[in-house]
């Protein structure tokens, strides 16, 4: 499985960014598609998840009601709408699939490259 991460970019504080992510290979063998992010210095943490078939969602608290993760199972896309962008949020964001609905970023088998998130004060 193949992931390919667009979007990111630079955007002041309160802004919006839109992140996408496509799958592409064997994708009968992903089941939920999600983000994690890492900042300088920081751990991976896990920012959100959805199961492709069911539309079960995990949201990490730092980022409730701000961020938005949808799909397109006929293509096998996820979309990361993130809105009212924190510094903080400032961080690498992965892409990344796998069989498991899990906050555990070593649940998933499949990573893609990451996307620069960055939001200045």
């Known amino acids: 499985v193949q992931l390919q991460a667009s979007g990111g970019g630079l955007v002041q504080a309160g802004g919006s960014l839109r992140l996408s992510c496509a799958a592409s290979?064997?994708?009968?063998?992903?089941?939920?598609m999600g983000w994690f992010r890492q900042a300088p210095g920081k751990q991976r943490e896990f920012v959100t998840v959805?199961?492709?078939?069911?539309?079960?969602?995990y949201v990490a608290d730092s980022v409730k009601g701000r961020f938005t993760i949808s799909r397109d199972n006929t293509k096998y896309t996820v979309s990361l709408q993130m809105d009212s962008l924190k510094p903080e949020d400032t961080a690498v964001y992965y892409c990344?699939?796998?069989?498991?609905?899990?906050?555990?970023?070593?649940?998933?088998?499949?990573w893609g490259r990451g996307t620069q998130v960055t939001s200045p004060a």
């Open positions: 959805i199961n492709m078939a069911a539309g079960t969602i």
């Open positions: 990344a699939a796998g069989r498991a609905l899990s906050v555990q970023s070593y649940d998933y088998d499949h």
């Open positions: 290979g064997r994708t009968s063998s992903v089941y939920n």
